[in-house]
C-alpha cells in the first residue's frame, strides 16, 4: 500500500508541477505585473507540494514582509516549499542548480539568483540582483550554510552569502527550521537531502511517509551589521538558539 501511496504522490506532483508551470508561462503573456503573478504561481506550487506530501506547517512568531532579507538553516529541498508556504520571495542559491535538468529552468523562471561564492565578481552581481529584487517589493531567502545538512546541527554562516545586508546597512531577518515525523521515520533518513543521495531516492522516501510536521521559528526582530563576518557569526547564534536539531 504505501508503494501506491509513493506513485500516486509522485503522479500527482509531476502533474501539478508542470501543469502550474504551464499556466504561469501562459499568464506571463498577458498579466501586466510580472513579479506578482509568479509569486502567486510559486506559493499555490509550494502549497500544492505541502498538500500532497503531507506536511503539516507550524510557524512560531512573525514572519517578515516583503521587501526582507531573510535566512535560513538548510535541512533539503522540501525547506523551499515549506518556506515559500508561508512567505513570498525568491531564492539566493548555488550555481550548480542552474544546470539541473527542468529544475533548473524552473527555478530560473522563479527568479532564482544564483551565485557562484568562489567567484568575487559574481558575488557583486548577485548583490545586484537581490537589490533589484528588494527594489521591486519582493522578498530574499538565503541559506547562508551553503549546503544542505542532516540537522545534528547548524553549520557556520558563509559569509559571502551576507555581502550585500552587511555592504547596504540592510535588516536580515532569521528563521529556524525543523522536522517532526511520526515513529520510526527518523527526518534525518528521510526528509533531509544531504549526502550524495539523488532526488529520486530521496522524494521516494519522503512520499512514504504518511504525513510529517515542519516548523518554523522566526526571530523577534532583524539584525544590522557593517561587517559581514561579524554578521554571519551573530545570526548564526541566533538561528542555532531557535534550532532543535532532527533526530
Known amino acids: 500500500m504505501r508503494y501506491a501511496l509513493v506513485i500516486i504522490r509522485l503522479i500527482v506532483f509531476v502533474t501539478v508541477t508542470l501543469g502550474l508551470y504551464f499556466i504561469w508561462l501562459l499568464g506571463k503573456l498577458v498579466i501586466p505585473n510580472k513579479p506578482f503573478w509568479r509569486q502567486i504561481m510559486f506559493r499555490l506550487w509550494a502549497k500544492s507540494f505541502a498538500k500532497i506530501a503531507g506536511m503539516k506547517i507550524e510557524v512560531i512568531g512573525e514572519p517578515p ?31 550548480e542548480i542552474r544546470d539541473w535538468f527542468l529544475a533548473g529552468k524552473i527555478a530560473k523562471d522563479m527568479e532564482t539568483i544564483f551565485i557562484n561564492r568562489q567567484n568575487r565578481r559574481d558575488i557583486l552581481r548577485a548583490g545586484e540582483k537581490i537589490l533589484e529584487r528588494l527594489n521591486a517589493g519582493e522578498g530574499v531567502i538565503v541559506f547562508p550554510e551553503g ?12 559569509s559571502s552569502f551576507l555581502e550585500f545586508p552587511a555592504r547596504t546597512a540592510f535588516p536580515v531577518h532569521y528563521v529556524a527550521i525543523t522536522y517532526r515525523t511520526p515513529n520510526n521515520n527518523p527526518p534525518a533518513n528521510t526528509i533531509c537531502w544531504w549526502g550524495d543521495e539523488n532526488f529520486i531516492e530521496h522524494i521516494w522516501k519522503l512520499f512514504q511517509i504518511p504525513r510529517f510536521e515542519a516548523v518554523l521559528k522566526f526571530g523577534e526582530s532583524p539584525i544590522h551589521n557593517p561587517d559581514r563576518k561579524e554578521l554571519a557569526r551573530i545570526l548564526w547564534e541566533k538561528v542555532n538558539e531557535k534550532f532543535v536539531p532532527v533526530l
Not at 526582507?68 to 550555481?95: C, M, T
Open 65 to 95: 514582509k516583503p521587501p526582507f532579507f531573510l535566512i535560513s538553516n538548510h535541512l533539503g529541498y522540501v525547506d523551499i516549499p515549506l518556506l515559500r508556504s508561508v512567505v513570498d520571495g525568491v531564492f539566493v542559491a548555488k550555481s
Open 147 to 158: 549546503t544542505s545538512t542532516k540537522g545534528e546541527s547548524v553549520l557556520k554562516f558563509r
